[in-house]
């Protein structure tokens, strides 16, 4: 294995662990609403990459306008409009029903970067694919229950939310690794940094629309401290960890590797998203839960040595 597939690989599964993350999100908030966190988190992030690249003098000089235009493009349809897709998907569709739809992201992803790019043979690709339906359908059978049926609002608006949202992340992965494509010289961390910055722009230009409807709990709740510490200090960390480090994270694996196996990688973010939410709950993991990520954990396996041997035999149907 290639030094450069190994750094893509760990990079991949690292992207995956830190966005696994979100899964703790509202179990530590408190009262507040995810909304206040991600203004923490895109402004904290936002402001990291100004940094960035306020210490990449040089880099930036370099930098073309149609590079901030696409980064910044980047960042509104990867970021801030996945995120709202999700939330949104979330409050209509449920807590579980929507994570339940975004599972399919790696899958869809993965198809689509393995037509757009034919770097390994379908019939190498079938058995990870599988594998993966397999463990996610497992993983997330608790959807089919009554009782998580009962937590949707409207399925008829968050179902095409959480539709939306994978579309998003699918259109996401592929043009993120089209534009580093055409930019072989690009910098990682100045691209992560140029992305961060768009996303934080974006969602302070947001924030008066979003006080309009009443979506932040922060004017209610305020952020006087020591009463709002832990919300500043999980929202900071979780926006270091989740959204700057699995950017960059994503950054370097997109350089490395074809979209069709960093997709795979992703279908990890599950398993560590399963582990997360286990500890939140202090409780172990039910049968299915455990055959799920453990048939998600072989399929990943598969799926690196299926494109470790993809050099060696022409991609074919």
């Given at each position: ?93 449920g807590p579980v029903i929507a994570p339940a739809f975004l599972g399919l992201v790696p899958i869809v992803l993965a198809i689509a970067g ?112 020591p009463a709002s510490a832990p919300f500043l200090l999980w929202s900071a960390v979780l926006g270091v960890i989740s959204l700057f480090g ?6 370097v694996a997109s350089q490395r590797l074809p979209v069709a196996l960093s997709a795979q990688l992703i279908v990890s973010e599950s398993v ?46």
């Amino acid at each position: 294995m290639s030094n450069s597939l190994l750094i893509g690989i760990a990079a991949a599964l690292f992207a995956a662990l830190a966005w696994a993350l979100n899964f703790i999100v509202p179990f530590v908030i408190g009262d507040y609403s995810v909304f206040d966190c991600a203004v923490i988190r895109f402004v904290v992030t936002g402001a990291m990459g100004l940094c960035i690249l306020a210490f990449r003098v040089e880099s930036v000089r370099k930098l073309r306008y149609v590079d901030w235009l696409v980064a910044t493009g980047l960042a509104l349809i990867g970021y801030v409009g996945y995120f709202l897709s999700v939330v949104g998907a979330a409050i209509f569709a449920g807590p579980v029903i929507a994570p339940a739809f975004l599972g399919l992201v790696p899958i869809v992803l993965a198809i689509a970067g393995n037509l757009r790019h034919p770097t390994v043979a379908w019939r190498s690709l079938a058995a990870p694919l599988f594998l993966a339906v397999v463990g996610l359908a497992l993983v997330n059978i608790s959807v089919f229950d009554p009782e998580s049926m009962a937590t949707a609002r409207s399925l008829i608006i968050g179902v095409p939310l959480a539709i939306l949202s994978v579309i998003l992340w699918t259109w996401f992965g592929l043009a993120n690794q089209q534009a580093l494509a055409r930019r072989p010289h690009m910098d990682s961390g100045v691209w992560t940094a140029l992305i961060l910055v768009g996303g934080g722009l974006a969602v302070v230009v947001l924030m008066p629309l979003g006080l309009a409807m009443g979506v932040f709990s922060t004017p209610r709740l305020g952020l006087d401290w020591p009463a709002s510490a832990p919300f500043l200090l999980w929202s900071a960390v979780l926006g270091v960890i989740s959204l700057f480090g699995g950017a960059l994270a994503w950054t370097v694996a997109s350089q490395r590797l074809p979209v069709a196996l960093s997709a795979q990688l992703i279908v990890s973010e599950s398993v560590f998203g399963t582990i997360f939410g286990l500890a939140v709950h202090g409780r172990w993991p039910t049968l299915p839960e455990a055959c799920g990520s453990a048939i998600l954990t072989v399929g990943v396996i598969i799926a690196i040595q299926a494109f470790q041997g993809a050099g060696k035999t022409p991609a074919a149907a």
